[in-house]
T-cell receptor
Framework: GAVVSQHPSRVICKSGTSVKIECRSLDFQATTMFWYRQFPKQSLMLMATSNEGSKATYEQGVEKDKFLINHASLTLSTLTVTSAHPEDSSFYIC????????????FGPGTRLTVT | EDQVTQSPEALRLQEGESSSLNCSYTVSGLRGLFWYRQDPGKGPEFLFT???AGEEKEKERLKATLTKKESFLHITAPKPEDSATYLCAVQPSGTYKYIFGTGTRLKVLA
């Protein structure tokens, strides 16, 4: 149990376009979902926290108008990178927390975004 | 300020050579400490949760322990397939967010 999927696994887009990444909890309902960014050989950097039906909470320094997060259901959260630029190229990973009593986060396989 | 430090940054072991990875933390209150394994180009895979000092968890060749200041991930008789980056994360009291360490890149040579 506790499987999280992401789609797409890789995406290449042109500068100025928008890209949507989906994160789904496949076998559980996720109370909270998190979005991370990871640069090569670095650890995970939390971008935002989202709860179903609520606005996402963004970490300091993360532009909420650039990284739009929607958590429409207990099994689906989406991250849209708007007007992408080459500096947005990165590995984006989502995670999900199972229940109110559970503290573990289960991670998706990640999405490699390349902006040309 | 809440902080997590992992050491060493990188570790090379011969197959069968046991060792330990360290995760030192400073938080105002600890809700939980988590160990993950991450393979290149993939998301982290959950290994263990530790909640209080003195707690230990085991899974195959891995054993995680926790004190009030640090956690150790002991790897007994490692195999090449144990090669990965091992990440430690702490969850301070009052939040569901993690603070990640920078990880230990483990390479086990056959």
């Amino acid at each position: 149990g506790a499987v999280v999927s992401q789609h797409p696994s890789r995406v290449i887009c042109k500068s100025g376009t928008s890209v949507k990444i989906e994160c789904r909890s496949l076998d559980f309902q996720a109370t909270t979902m998190f979005w991370y960014r990871q640069f090569p050989k670095q650890s995970l950097m939390l971008m935002a926290t989202s709860n179903e039906g609520s606005k996402a909470t963004y970490e300091q320094g993360v532009e909420k108008d650039k990284f739009l997060i929607n958590h429409a259901s207990l099994t689906l959260s989406t991250l849209t990178v708007t007007s992408a630029h080459p500096e947005d190229s990165s590995f984006y990973i989502c995670s999900a927390r199972r229940t109110v009593q559970s503290y573990e986060q289960y991670f998706g396989p990640g999405t490699r975004l390349t902006v040309t | 300020e809440d902080q997590v430090t992992q050491s060493p940054e990188a570790l090379r072991l011969q197959e069968g050579e046991s060792s330990s990875l360290n995760c030192s933390y400073t938080v105002s209150g600890l809700r939980g400490l988590f160990w993950y394994r991450q393979d290149p180009g993939k998301g982290p895979e959950f290994l263990f949760t530790l909640y209080s000092a003195g707690e230990e968890k085991e899974k195959e060749r891995l054993k995680a322990t926790l004190t009030k200041k640090e956690s150790f991930l002991h790897i007994t008789a490692p195999k090449p397939e144990d090669s990965a980056t091992y990440l430690c994360a702490v969850q301070p009291s009052g939040t569901y967010k993690y603070i990640f360490g920078t990880g230990t890149r483990l390479k086990v040579l056959a």
